[in-house]
């Protein structure tokens, strides 16, 4: 199962949109036409039974010109073709943003199940070397060793190493 990057191009009109929509931004300006500007107000009632205002909020969405867009030489023929077929003069960004972040989850859902194998293996491969490596003094019995202590370690089991010599020893 190779998971074919056309497909979801294919699949997803966010997908084809957002595509174009970067050619376009990188050769010009977003074709924004204008935001979409809503508010709302959540009521409550207090202890008495009295209407209150608990909190208001305010959205902003900016929406995609349509015509702007599908009339640049970044949006291809089949594209525009679509576009015409939908009859839209704007599209809500918001939603193209976040249709477009799902399309590339599947993606990348569909590539991370195909390499998950491939990912265990070397999981493997790399757990086996840190139990190969885990210990640089094998008279340790294969435990986990301070930095500090794998020198003392070495020089006690394995070189039988002097003791450093004193400066007047070395004259």
Not at 53 to 61: A, C, I, Q, Y
């Amino acid at each position: 199962m190779n998971p074919d990057p056309s497909e979801i191009f294919d699949t997803h009109l966010s997908y084809r949109i957002c595509a174009a929509l970067r050619n376009y931004a990188q050769h010009r300006e977003l074709p924004l036409g204008g935001f979409s500007i809503g508010g709302n107000t959540n009521l409550g009632q207090d202890n008495t039974g009295t209407t209150i205002k608990l909190d208001t909020g305010f959205s902003v969405s900016p929406w995609l010109d349509v015509l702007k867009f599908k009339s640049s030489s970044q949006c291809k023929a089949r594209l525009q073709r679509e576009l015409d077929s939908l009859g839209y003069k704007r599209i809500d960004l918001t939603w193209l943003i976040r249709s477009f972040a799902g399309a590339m989850y599947e993606r990348h859902a569909a590539l991370r199940a195909l390499l998950k194998p491939e990912v265990i293996a070397a999981r493997e491969k790399i757990a086996a070397g840190y139990d190969l490596a885990r210990c640089l003094v094998p008279e340790c019995g294969g435990l986990p060793i301070c930095d500090h202590h794998k020198d003392a370690l070495w020089d006690n089991f394995f070189t039988a190493a002097p003791r450093p010599r004193t400066p007047s020893e070395l004259s």
